[in-house]
T-cell receptor
């Protein structure tokens, strides 16, 4: 099984500042996908951003961007101009195509944006 | 609106009782998934189905059962064999034709044991 590690159980950031959440994964595969999901207090899982491993260019979605380091098996999420609505649990996930496209999730990072 | 619905939002189970969690999607997705979420842990896969009338065990299938009689529906039954069922249950679906296999989630069901 693949393993996904999020080493920061909790983080906080001042509103309008930038924060980076870390994620590392372990795999011997060359073709895979990586995702960041957000789970606010409502507990609805919301896709934040995804990255295809074969793409060298880092994915960006508005204020969210990733730093994908394939050789280091690292996939960090940067949130710029943090907003109060960014307060949530953030989960990193790994998916290898095939065999049901199973996702493997990290244990999450609880992010609090401080006014 | 397209999406995934789960019901009920809260469910209470008595000792020795089987309970069924509902998951319905109108996204025309082929694949559907059930996850369990416990405090301090990530999501763990219970069962998944890639096509109607077929499903596979995930990492923690013991004490659970599923069916996939319709493309839109993937109910999960928590049986009396599941000794620690208190958790938050999430259903998801995906399509290889839609956004690179991304999984989309329902709002979840909170199961509590009386």
């Amino acid at each position: 099984a693949q393993t996904v590690t999020q080493s920061q159980p909790e983080m906080s950031v001042q509103e309008a500042e930038t924060v980076t959440l870390s994620c590392t994964y372990d795999t011997s595969e060359n073709n895979y996908y990586l995702f960041w999901y957000k789970q606010p207090p409502s507990r609805q899982m919301i896709l934040v951003i995804r990255q295809e491993a074969y793409k060298q260019q880092n994915a960006t979605e508005n204020r969210f961007s990733v730093n994908f380091q394939k050789a280091a098996k690292s996939f960090s999420l940067k949130i710029s101009d943090s907003q109060l609505g960014d307060t949530a649990m953030y989960f990193c996930a790994f998916m290898k195509p095939g065999t049901g496209n199973q996702f493997y999730f990290g244990t999450g990072t609880s992010l609090t944006v401080i006014p | 609106d397209g999406g995934i619905t789960q019901s009920p939002k809260y469910l209470f189970r008595k000792e020795g009782q089987n309970v069924t969690l509902s998951c319905e999607q109108n996204l025309n997705h082929d694949a559907m998934y059930w996850y369990r979420q416990d405090p301090g842990q990530g999501l763990r896969l219970i069962y998944y189905s890639q096509i109607v009338n077929d499903f596979q065990k995930g990492d923690i299938a013991e004490g659970y059962s599923v069916s996939r009689e319709k493309k839109e529906s993937f109910p999960l039954t928590v049986t009396s064999a599941q000794k620690n069922p208190t958790a938050f249950y999430l259903c998801a679906s995906s399509s290889p034709l839609d956004f690179k296999e991304t999984q989309y989630f329902g709002p979840g069901t909170r199961l509590l044991v009386l």
